[in-house]
């Protein structure tokens, strides 16, 4: 399984990025990110179906995990960043459900670099 992230940049506090992820409609996929000097954190998972979805607490309401199965796409729509959101994200994949913890999943992306400055 080769997942591959995309849609990372650099921009600036309160504007939108939307990253994407080629994933199989088979897996559940889920994000991921790193900041420098932390350990990997859960963001975002969807099941194959789009009928499970759950997110890290600090980015509710602001970050939105999609799917689309005949693209064989998962995406993740992230308005209204913060500085405390810069990470490299990753996207992940599991045929079984692995909820938010990193070892619940045994396949990676290579990861894109989100910036978010004040």
């Known amino acids: 399984v080769q997942l591959q992230a995309s849609g990372g940049g650099q921009v600036q506090a309160g504007d939108s990025l939307n990253l994407s992820c080629t994933a199989s409609?088979?897996?559940?996929v889920a994000w991921f990110r790193q900041a420098p000097g932390k350990e990997r954190e859960f963001v975002a998972v969807?099941?194959?179906?789009?009928?499970?979805?759950y997110y890290r607490n600090s980015v509710k309401g602001r970050f939105t995990i999609s799917r689309d199965n005949v693209k064989n796409m998962v995406y993740l729509q992230m308005n209204s960043l913060k500085p405390e959101d810069t990470a490299i994200y990753y996207c992940?994949?599991?045929?079984?459900?692995?909820?938010?913890?990193?070892?619940?999943?045994?396949?990676w992306g290579q990861g894109t670099q989100v910036t978010v400055s004040s």
């Open positions: 992940a994949a599991d045929l079984n459900y692995g909820a938010n913890s990193a070892s619940g999943y045994a396949f």
């Open positions: 409609a088979r897996y559940v």
């Open positions: 969807i099941n194959s179906y789009s009928a499970n979805i």
